[in-house]
Every structure is written in structure tokens, then in C-alpha cells.
């Protein structure tokens, strides 16, 4: 029932194993797999973050796993939240018993049962609607029982707070996309751009600060354009390539002893 397939190298294929396995055209046909005995990848902070936010999607966007990216030293900075609003948001996402998934289509999407419960839009509805009637926050309104923790006073944090999450489910939906190299690089420049530098810092800026790690990540998505021009690809591929390449362009190596041992 089970079929082992090893390699010396297997870090070498993971991208092509993960785009066919990862992607059947018929979804019938899908064959769960994994992959062992993979290298253990270190990350400077800066690049660990950036592939934390690459990596929500993958962990259905659990309210734990939202909150350590906004948690994160440089993405809190950039996006000029204080740790006084970090820790409103956690009362937010707590009040409101978020746990994970973006609204009903996303749960429909994974063949779940469609059900916006205690997901994020669940969440941001029951805070609006606390706002909207905070004189009368006992009052159920189709359905959703508003929150009694947002008021005019917070407004200015729930607007970055909204706007960090819409840029988040954006991410969702152009990672399930097929892109071109080229494209790839230029979508992953609009999200270091909007977590990393902010409307108000260059990448120059930054790069000031913290030089070998930004520069590494830019490289690497510079690279991506090169790599089109000069093997003349400008085929569309899946994000699951594009991470793994990352994954091997941003780490530094401390690969697993023995084969086989994952």
C-alpha cells in the first residue's frame, strides 16, 4: 500500500515532485506523498519572516501562525504598530474566538464544511458590528454577536490591522496562480515592499540597516528574472517551484546526517 522511492539527493527534485504531486489535473487522481530526510534550513530573522508570510497559506491561516508574523520585530515596524497594539489585537482575535481559515469559500476550497464560524471574516464582522452599535452591544444582528472591544479610540489599529490581513488573503489567492518567472519576481517585490519597507522606506533604506539579509532575499528574486531571460523559460509555473527555490537560495545549509532519517 505504500511505495518508498529513494535518491542520494532529494532536495535536488523536491520542486518537480511537488508540482506534479502537489498539482494533479485531475484531482481524483491525487496521491498523498512526503518527502524525507530533507536538509534542516537556518534563517538570518529578516528572511524567516519573509518566508513566514510565503508560508501562511500552508498553515490555513490559524490565528497563531497570523499573529507571529505581525508579532515579528520588522513587520510590526513597518507597518507602524506599537506592542500596545499588538496586544489589542490579540484581545481582538481572542473576544472574537478567531481560530483559522479566511470566510466559508476558503473552508469550501480545502472540502470543508462552508462555514464562516470562528474564522477571520467571522471575526472582523463581529468587530465592525461592535463598532457600529457600541451603545447596544448585546444586540445579535443577522446572526453575528458584535464585540464589546473596539471603539473610536482603536480605529486608527483595526485600519492597520485590516489592512494587513487583506494584503495576507491577496497573497492566498495569487500564490494558488501559475506565473512566469518574471512575474513571480515582480509579485514577490510588491510583498517585501508592503512588509518590509512600507510607503514611507526605499529598499535602499533598509537595506542600510540590515544589508546581507535584504540583499539576499532581493537577490534571489532578482535571479528569477535572469534566470528567464537566459534559459529563454516563459513558461507559467506553480508558487510550490518558486518556494523551493527560495528555500535553497535563503538557507544556510546544515544538512541532516544519514539517509533517510525524516
Given at each position: 500500500q505504500e511505495i518508498a522511492v529513494m535518491t542520494p539527493d532529494i532536495e535536488k527534485y523536491t520542486p518537480?515532485?511537488?508540482?506534479?504531486?502537489?498539482?494533479?489535473?485531475?484531482?481524483?487522481?491525487?496521491?498523498?506523498?512526503t518527502i524525507a530526510d530533507m536538509s534542516h534550513p537556518k534563517y538570518n530573522q529578516i528572511i524567516s519572516d519573509f518566508l513566514l508570510v510565503l508560508d501562511l497559506?500552508?498553515?490555513?491561516?490559524?490565528?497563531s501562525s497570523v499573529l507571529s508574523v505581525l508579532e515579528s520585530e520588522n513587520i510590526r515596524k513597518t507597518l507602524k504598530l506599537t506592542?500596545?497594539?499588538?496586544?489589542?489585537?490579540?484581545?481582538w482575535v481572542n473576544e472574537t474566538n478567531i481560530k483559522w481559515g479566511i470566510d466559508n469559500e476558503y473552508r469550501k476550497s480545502l472540502s470543508l464544511p462552508p462555514t464562516n464560524e470562528n474564522t477571520w471574516k467571522s471575526g472582523l464582522d463581529k468587530l465592525l458590528l461592535g463598532y457600529a452599535i457600541s451603545e447596544d452591544c448585546d444586540t445579535v444582528f443577522n446572526g453575528i454577536s458584535p464585540s464589546s472591544s473596539f471603539n473610536e479610540s482603536l480605529l486608527e489599529t483595526f485600519e492597520k490591522f485590516y489592512l494587513f490581513l487583506k494584503h495576507l488573503f491577496e497573497i492566498y489567492k495569487n500564490l494558488r496562480e501559475e506565473k512566469t518567472l518574471s512575474q513571480w519576481a515582480d509579485y514577490l517585490s510588491e510583498i517585501i515592499n508592503y512588509f518590509f519597507t512600507g510607503s514611507d522606506s526605499s529598499i535602499y533604506e533598509i537595506s542600510v540597516s540590515i544589508p546581507v539579509d535584504f540583499d539576499k532575499i532581493m537577490k534571489a528574486v532578482s535571479n528569477l528574472r535572469e534566470y528567464e531571460t537566459t534559459a529563454h523559460f516563459t513558461e507559467k509555473v506553480p508558487f510550490p517551484v518558486v518556494r523551493s527555490y527560495l528555500d535553497s537560495s535563503l538557507k544556510t545549509k546544515d544538512y541532516g546526517k544519514g539517509f533517510l532519517c525524516g
Open positions: 518537480y515532485i511537488r508540482t506534479v504531486f502537489d498539482h494533479p489535473s485531475d484531482k481524483s487522481h491525487h496521491i498523498p506523498f497559506p500552508q498553515k490555513r491561516f490559524s490565528a506592542e500596545e497594539d499588538i496586544s489589542v489585537i490579540h484581545l
